[in-house]
């Protein structure tokens, strides 16, 4: 009687194996037509608002997500029999894998040379099936503290910008959806002056590079320069709001949500309600302004789909930056060049070059899959771009044909900063977190969030503050206030 070889039993093992496998796939589509039907006639009787062609729609796809499932299954049923296999080898030549060893990616070779190849071949595939699920997601072991100093409290809805002054005295700025813009003492948290002169939300605010001069957008179709003059109350210590929380990136906090109740505004706060400026042309909502670098001309964000730029001191119009498909939704100035970047729904941001007076250039970049909410120069050669569609680029102005880092996450990325002097780059996000990533795309922090401090609502906006040592980060969002936050990001970790 013949006696068959181990080479041949092998691979009669793995044609049945195979064979079994397409079997369970034919099952499956055998029976996919019979499932569909009977759930197609299922629905008929059932009671529902939507339409009988979207249920139908919804039925289909839910049943390739099935199939899919199915198939992922059946791969992994054959890739734990290939596993017993190879264990069965190796515990043959006198080596076991254990679980636990290959769940970490670790082999214990001690047996001869073909064993140990054979246990790297194994660990490589391991590793590679794995590694691009959580790569964007793998959490840092950092112990970078963040620490909430102050809320800024007064606003009666929606806070969409703030931004901190550049000279002296360092005060707080809130654009919010309630037709006010305030600015706030950092140190005690007090409003310190009111403008009162949009008739709708005002979208942004952003100050004179060396004059007490701020610049608001608004949706009244106008943006306003006004001069204000401040006086900082003596500083009061510092209230013990929260401990020192180190900035985990795996707790999970709680989502339950605080009653939002009537905050009274601060009476007591003077106001402005008479701009210096008023800069008019645009045909929709302005959502963004800035100031070129030396003051003396502003450019303007609308939903018009365009970007103008005016001259302060005379209020004309001296381009208007057009080119958009769509609305836009954030417009920045470089600080020491003339050079602006617009960003829009169209999925696309532009970079407006002045430099040369006699030629005006732009160059359009699509790096993003849905709207582009911003994009912000940094003090070196880079553009960094956040983006409805959960990401964040970082590109260089020399070649900016491709990013050089490209940070992904699990929500969509609103108004961003970047931190001139560590190079961090804070991300506000639709889901209430924060969280702040380096240049090259490293993970640094996440900022504490619960249902006792942090952010109840979305958050709009980030600004750094590069001379405060109490607060160097702010974020504003719909839950009506600005938080202030004390970073502290261990040096080590920034070089990771």
């Known amino acids: 009687m013949p006696v068959e070889s181990g080479s041949s039993a092998a691979a009669r093992q793995a044609k049945q194996k195979r064979k079994s496998h397409s079997l369970s796939i034919r099952r499956t589509n055998s029976t996919e037509q019979d499932r569909s039907g009977l759930q197609r006639d299922m629905l008929e009787g059932q009671d529902s608002k939507l339409p009988l062609s979207l249920r139908s729609n919804l039925l289909d796809l839910f049943s390739q997500i099935e199939r899919e499932f199915e198939n992922l299954y059946i791969e992994n049923l054959e890739l734990r029999r290939e596993i017993e296999t190879l264990n069965d080898r190796l515990a043959a030549e006198g080596q076991t894998i254990e679980g636990a060893d290959l769940a970490k990616g670790a082999l214990k070779t001690k047996a001869s040379h073909s064993t140990s190849q054979l246990s790297q071949k194994l660990k490589t595939t391991y590793k590679a099936s794995t590694s691009k699920i959580v790569s964007s997601f793998k959490a840092t072991t950092s112990r970078a503290v ?61 100050f004179h590079p060396t004059e007490q001069m701020a610049l608001t957008a608004s949706g009244d179709q106008t943006a306003h320069v006004w001069r204000y003059m401040v006086q900082l109350p003596t500083p009061q210590p510092v209230a013990d709001i929260t401990q020192q929380t180190p900035c985990e990136d795996d707790v999970d906090f709680s989502d339950k949500d605080e009653a939002d109740g009537e905050v009274e505004g601060p009476n007591d706060c003077p106001s402005i309600r008479v701009a210096t400026t008023t800069l008019r042309s645009h045909q929709g909502v302005v959502i963004a302004a800035d100031w070129l670098v030396g003051g003396k001309q502003v450019v303007t964000a609308s939903w018009d789909r365009a970007a103008n730029l005016y001259d302060v001191e005379t209020s004309e119009l001296v381009h208007s930056l ?5 609305e836009l939704t954030h417009c920045c100035t470089h600080p020491t060049q003339r050079l602006v970047v617009t960003s829009s729904r169209d999925t696309t941001f532009r970079l407006w070059d002045f430099r040369d007076p006699s030629i005006h250039s732009v160059n359009v970049f699509q790096g993003h899959t849905d709207t582009v909410t911003s994009a912000v120069f940094t003090v070196g050669d880079n553009v960094v771009s956040g983006s409805d569609d959960r990401t964040v680029k970082v590109w260089d102005l020399k070649n900016m044909r491709s990013p050089i880092a490209t940070i992904r996450t699990d929500s969509a990325v609103n108004r961003i900063s970047v931190s001139v002097n560590q190079k961090i780059i804070a991300l506000p996000h639709d889901n209430r977190q924060v969280r702040l990533f380096d240049m090259s795309g490293v ?13 109840r609502r979305m958050v709009c906006c980030s600004a750094w503050c590069e001379d405060n040592t109490t607060c160097n980060l702010f974020s504003c969002g719909f839950d009506r206030q600005a938080i202030g936050w004390n970073i502290n990001i261990p040096a080590l970790l920034q070089e990771k």
Do not use: F
Request: aromatic share 6%; charged share 20%.
């Open 146 to 206: 963040c620490q909430l100093v102050r809320e800024y409290v007064g606003h009666r809805d929606g806070i969409w910008d703030l931004s901190v002054t550049r000279t002296q005295p360092v005060v707080l700025g809130t654009a919010s959806a309630d037709h006010t813009a305030m600015l706030w003492s950092i140190e005690t948290g007090k409003c310190l002056l009111k403008y009162l002169g949009h008739q709708g939300s005002v979208n942004s605010i952003k």
């Open 322 to 326: 057009t080119g958009h498909d769509q």
């Open 443 to 455: 993970r640094l922090a996440r900022l504490p969030r619960s249902n006792r401090q942090g952010h």
